[in-house]
């Protein structure tokens, strides 16, 4: 029997894969979604509810088995004994970087990909963001402005469910949002401190997330139990599991099939500038397999979308599938971040909070809007949050007794803290190559990832502390501290930019439609695609740019032009 031909084949169904089978269902588009991982159950894998005590670590986590099995993985603040099965075993996905030059590479294999781990931080870019490169002659210029994606925002916004308040801002434009989540006492004192101390430069609003105060299409409002990174069951923050997905299928043009770990893809042999389909190795049976399809969607990640199309490597592009610019695999980015301030503010000691309110507080930013700083292009946004330490903090101090557990009873002080999120500029240098010595569970070659901070990255954490310092004192919080954690690059887990888009063929892979120049029938959406990294959170963006992208690949499908 002749293999079945699809309309198309969306690799990976994380954020943007989601979003992909969702639009290219939608459009009547058939389609096979592949997943390197496993399906995942709700009502048996959210864990959000289940309490410490039911944990046989008590919620420390079994260090041996982190030790040995998630030994990179472990080493980010969100993995915890509940949800370190949606993150990947280190054994099976090994990788390589170079001596000295660490890469933390944080990853989720399974149907939802890393949707259901995010932090859930939404925010538009502008056109302080896409047109930085062109001004400052920094890599290539994007070939997109803020006017070109401000519709597809809506349109991703209106389904997803942003909380947020909107601030007029310029360079942190306004979207669609459901009423904003509201700040604690202590939030309220530093922001009107931080507009009074500095007003016309920096200002404070409560955090922008695909988070539900109200009903929104079938989906529960968030009811502030806290852990969203072990699932949620009332589908309250947005992942392509709890959303996208289900619309996808509910089109009944769309299949999943979970344990499809991409090899490389298949360039059609009477024209080798299309790809007509993907080879994988089933994920359980280690059977090498072959899909077929008329348009691929990328949506791997960032770092797999460029090994799979290295590992797609052909006579007519020796170093990578879609590589006659020579960019692909380099200019790979992270927000640097893991640098600000904390300090106690005095007061309120009649007031704590109820519930775990799943969001935070955001500084946009402020440097390089309004005046050059002399030390440093672009800048950084803070996120952060003021709470009263409850009666967890008794596991770190000593004691034992009636005595002890009473005092334990009364919340700590109000407490801030301003933690930086700043822009990685696009360095050729940064880059992603095949270890072809080394491979994966299923005989893959693994990535090797060759980046490190530059000069620019650091002088922006050494203005967070001061930044951060300075609005506390503002604020008039005790016990100042400022703090550096030296976080490698890949722990913010915002890795971009390894397919970037351009206006060139000679200095890009991808067109202003997040198709290949050299493979017109191929489409890269997710964090590859980023010609540069802005300061804020990159998700909104991926699927703003997905969804425009599913809409021109459809319309030149229609027009007989793939």
Known sequence: MPAKMYDAIVIGSGITGGWAAKELGEKGLQTLVLEAGRPVEPEKDYVEHVPSWEKKFRGMGDRTLLAKDQFVQSKSTGVDEWNSKFFVNDRENPYTTEAGNPFLWIRGRQVGGRSIIWGRQTYRWSDLDFEANLKEGIATDWPIRYKDIAPWYDHVEDFIGVTGQREGLPQLPDGKFLPPMEMTCAELLVKDAIAKHFPGERMMTIGRAAILTQPHRGRLPCHYCGPCSRGCITRSYFSSLNSTLPAALATGKVTVRPFSVAHSLIVDPKNNKKVEGVRIVDGQTREALEFRAKVVFLCASTIESARLLMNSATAEFP????????????????????????????????????????????????????????????????????????????????????????????????????????????????????????????????????????????????????????????????????????????????????????????????????????????????????????????????????????????????????
């Not at 930019?497 to 489409?523: C, E, W, Y």
């Open 319 to 562: 170093n990578g599938l879609a590589n006659s610019s020579g960019e692909l695999g380099h200019n790979l980015m992270d927000h640097v971040m893991g640098a600000g301030a904390y300090g106690v503010i005095a007061g309120n000691e009649d007031r704590t909070t109820r519930g775990n309110r799943p969001n935070g507080i955001y500084v946009p930013r402020f440097r390089n809007v309004n005046q050059k700083h002399p030390d440093f292009v672009r800048g950084y946004g803070f996120q952060g949050g003021g709470s009263r330490e409850g009666w967890h903090r008794g596991s770190r101090q000593a004691g034992i007794g009636a005595e002890f557990k009473q005092s334990l009873r009364t919340p700590g002080p109000w407490e801030m803290s301003f933690g930086g999120f700043g822009e990685c500029l696009p360095h050729h240098e940064n880059y992603v190559e095949l270890d072809k010595a080394e491979r994966d569970a299923w005989g893959i070659p693994v990535a090797k990832i060759n980046v490190k901070w530059r000069e620019n990255e650091l002088a922006l954490l050494k203005d967070m502390q001061v930044t951060a310092s300075e609005m506390l004192e503002a604020a008039g919080a005790k016990e100042i501290g400022t703090y550096d954690e030296k976080c490698a690059p890949g722990l913010t887990i915002h890795e971009m930019g390894t397919a970037r888009m351009g206006r060139d063929p000679k200095t890009s892979v991808l067109n202003a439609h997040n198709q290949a120049h050299d493979i017109k029938n191929l489409f890269i959406t997710d964090g590859a695609c980023m010609a540069s990294s802005s300061c804020v959170n990159p998700s909104l963006t991926y699927m703003a740019l997905t969804a425009r992208a599913c809409d021109y690949a459809v319309t030149a499908m229609k027009r007989g032009e793939l």
